[in-house]
């Protein structure tokens, strides 16, 4: 079984900057990718930054380009999400997402999430 568990979330005002970070763990045999969701209230849940187990060719989604910038350290297993520039529009639960395999085969896992709240 894999774990994720994601940290970091708060309440911030507009502006404002917040660090998350997202620690896998469990019978990991190697890991893929993880990635950023989130979802807002009475939204879907949408793609906002994925990181490759290379560190080679982020992607983001538009809405959060230039604003967040997701990276990560293998060793630890850990991705981060570095959210600057923060508006309301950002408040939603951050889940941490990763593809991995284990003995069970190729995967995708999740977090619990961590809530955002961008406010003034």
């Known amino acids: 079984q894999v774990q994720l568990v994601e940290s970091g979330g708060g309440s911030v005002q507009p502006g404002d900057s917040l660090r998350l970070s997202c620690a896998a763990s469990?019978?990991?045999?190697?890991?893929?990718?993880m990635a950023w969701f989130r979802q807002a209230p009475g939204k879907e849940r949408e793609f906002v930054a994925g990181i490759p187990y290379s560190g080679v060719g982020m992607t983001y989604a538009d809405s959060v380009k230039g604003r967040f910038t997701i990276s990560g350290d293998n060793a630890q297993n850990t991705v981060y999400l570095q959210m600057n520039s923060l508006k309301p529009e950002d408040t939603a639960v951050y889940y941490c997402?990763?593809?991995?395999?284990?003995?069970?085969?190729?995967?995708?896992?999740w977090g619990k999430g961590t809530l955002v709240t961008v406010s003034s």
């Open positions: 469990g019978r990991i045999i190697r890991r893929y990718s």
């Open positions: 997402n990763a593809e991995v395999s284990t003995a069970n085969g190729i995967m995708d896992y």
